[in-house]
């Protein structure tokens, strides 16, 4: 079964407003990390984040961890229409060689 | 190259035929990961590679999928005997060592 449940599984706003989506998994990782996928086409890398980092950033996205909760959050901040994708949340577990999915979060951005 | 390149983008099988779909990776990466993807939703892993070793194929369906990432040649994914469930999305991304994996834009399989 998937590790990574996001949350939620669609999320519709305005453009100019602040999207958040959340993921959880199941089992120690080493890291963390959000793709963006465009209608059906291949994933695009966003960020990484090591299970000893909180928080990080880039550009307008901001993402954190909780590995007590076993948890991670991504912020974009000021959405643009072009942001209109599905979100995933993927995870590395240790020794293990491959990125366990989460069913991943529809955003849509509204001009 | 500098992106991991997939062929065909669009494929249609009848039930029954068998699918081949290739894979090159970025040049230097050591690994290779297979994963398909059903309507739109999540990834299932299928197999990965460490250069041309199997390195994990808990994923794999064991009767009619076959993988193979030889050198100096493209990775494949061969499926035997398509059946419908086997429509979706295939994408393959490569890596080196942190985990930052590359993708594809995938192979549309459609079993007819």
């Known amino acids: 079964s998937q590790q990574g449940e996001e949350d939620p599984q669609a999320l519709s706003i305005q453009e100019g407003e602040n999207a958040t989506m959340n993921c959880s998994y199941k089992t120690s990782i080493n890291n963390l990390q959000w793709y963006r996928q465009n209608s059906g086409r291949g994933l695009v890398h966003l960020i990484l984040i090591r299970s000893n980092e909180r928080e990080k950033h880039s550009g307008r996205l901001r993402v954190t961890l909780d590995t007590s909760k076993k948890s991670s959050s991504l912020l974009i901040t000021a959405s643009r229409a072009a942001d209109t994708a599905s979100y995933f949340c993927a995870t590395d577990g240790r020794g293990a060689q491959k990125l366990v999915f989460g069913q991943g979060t529809r955003l849509t951005i509204n001009p | 190259g500098e992106e991991v390149a997939q062929t065909p983008k669009h494929l249609v099988r009848g039930e029954g035929q068998k699918a081949k779909l290739y894979c090159a990776p970025i040049?230097?990466?050591?690994?290779v990961f297979w994963y398909q993807q059903v309507l739109k939703n999540e990834f299932k892993f299928l197999i990965s590679f460490q250069n041309e070793n199997v390195f994990d194929e808990t994923g794999m369906p064991k009767e009619r999928f076959s993988a193979k990432c030889l050198p100096n040649s493209p990775c494949s994914l061969e499926i035997q005997a398509t059946k419908l469930e086997d429509s979706a999305v295939y994408f393959c991304a490569s890596s080196q060592y942190s985990f930052e994996a590359f993708f594809g834009q995938g192979t549309r399989l459609t079993v007819v």
């Open positions: 040049k230097g990466h050591s690994y």
